[in-house]
Nanobody, 126 residues
Framework: QVQVVESGGGLVQPGGSLRLSCTAS????????MGWYRQAPGKQRDLVAS???????NYADAVQGRFTISRGNTKDTVYLQMNSLKPEDTAVYYC????????????????????WGQGTQVTVSS
C-alpha cells in the first residue's frame, strides 16, 4: 500500500557531491517525518538527517555543515544534498517515512507506521 523509493547514489571522489532523492507513494494520508539513515559494512544503521512536515531538521554531528536535508513542495519527497564527501561517508543510505496511511485504501480507517526504502549505495573513493 505504501512504497518508499530512493535514488541518486553512486561513486564519487572525496570532496565531491551527490544528491539523494526519496519519494513515498501509495495510500498516504499524511507524512510527519522523513529521514535518511546510513549503514556501513559491519556497523549499525545510524541517523544521518531528518526533517518534519513543519521543516524542523536534525543532523548527525558527522554530517553537520556538509549535508542538507529538504522536502519537496508536495511533502512526499525528501532530498539529501551531500557536499564535501569523505571516504567515511561510504555506506548504504536508507530513506524512511513516518506516516499515516489508509488501511486497505479505506479513507475511514487510518493507521500510522514507519516505512523504509530499499537503500542506495554511496561510495566515496578516489
Amino acid at each position: 500500500q505504501v512504497q518508499v523509493v530512493e535514488s541518486g547514489g553512486g561513486l564519487v571522489q572525496p570532496g565531491g557531491s551527490l544528491r539523494l532523492s526519496c519519494t513515498a507513494s501509495g495510500s498516504i494520508f499524511s507524512i510527519e517525518t522523513m529521514g535518511w539513515y546510513r549503514q556501513a559494512p559491519g556497523k549499525q544503521r545510524d541517523l544521518v538527517a531528518s526533517i518534519t512536515d513543519g521543516g524542523a531538521t536534525n543532523y548527525a554531528d558527522a554530517v553537520q555543515g556538509r549535508f542538507t536535508i529538504s522536502r519537496g513542495n508536495t511533502k512526499d519527497t525528501v532530498y539529501l544534498q551531500m557536499n564535501s564527501l569523505k571516504p567515511e561517508d561510504t555506506a548504504v543510505y536508507y530513506c524512511n517515512a513516518d506516516l499515516d496511511y489508509y488501511v486497505n485504501g479505506d479513507v475511514l480507517r487510518r493507521s500510522r507506521s514507519t516505512y523504509w526504502g530499499q537503500g542506495t549505495q554511496v561510495t566515496v573513493s578516489s
